[in-house]
């Protein structure tokens, strides 16, 4: 069973940048599809980007932040990481790292094991 822990969130403003980290642990990590999801307040959660399982050939993003973020996987670190340009205020929510054992999927209901979330925040 893989533990998940996210770090990097932070206070950013509109255009900058952040990346997040996904530390894996207690498991193959080679085993899981990665996946990153997002809930803002008062919102529901949302999918924002997905990694395939085992060397990340295929990556899916939301619509909303294609062309802004990038998903990769570092198997030798056990890591994911979101690296997200262009900053909007809208990406303000608290962002969750999550593990399947899918090949890929945008669907949270094919992750079994999630990250206790990291807070970004943009300010206007």
């Known amino acids: 069973q893989v533990q998940l822990e996210e770090s990097g969130g932070g206070l950013v403003q509109t255009g900058g940048s952040l990346r997040l980290s996904c530390a894996a642990s207690?498991?193959?990590?080679?085993?899981?599809?990665m996946g990153w999801f997002r809930q803002a307040p008062g919102k529901e959660r949302e999918f924002v980007a997905t990694i395939s399982r085992p060397s990340g050939v295929r990556k899916q993003y939301a619509d909303s932040v294609n062309g802004r973020f990038t998903i990769s996987r570092d198997n030798a670190k056990n890591t994911v990481y979101l690296q997200m340009n262009s900053l909007k205020p809208e990406d303000t929510a608290v962002y969750y790292c999550?593990?399947?054992?899918?090949?890929?999927?945008?669907?949270?209901?094919?992750?079994?094991?999630w990250g206790q979330g990291t807070q970004v925040t943009v300010s206007s």
């Open positions: 207690g498991g193959t990590f080679t085993s899981y599809s």
């Open positions: 999550a593990g399947s054992v899918a090949l890929w999927s945008a669907s949270g209901d094919a992750y079994a094991y």
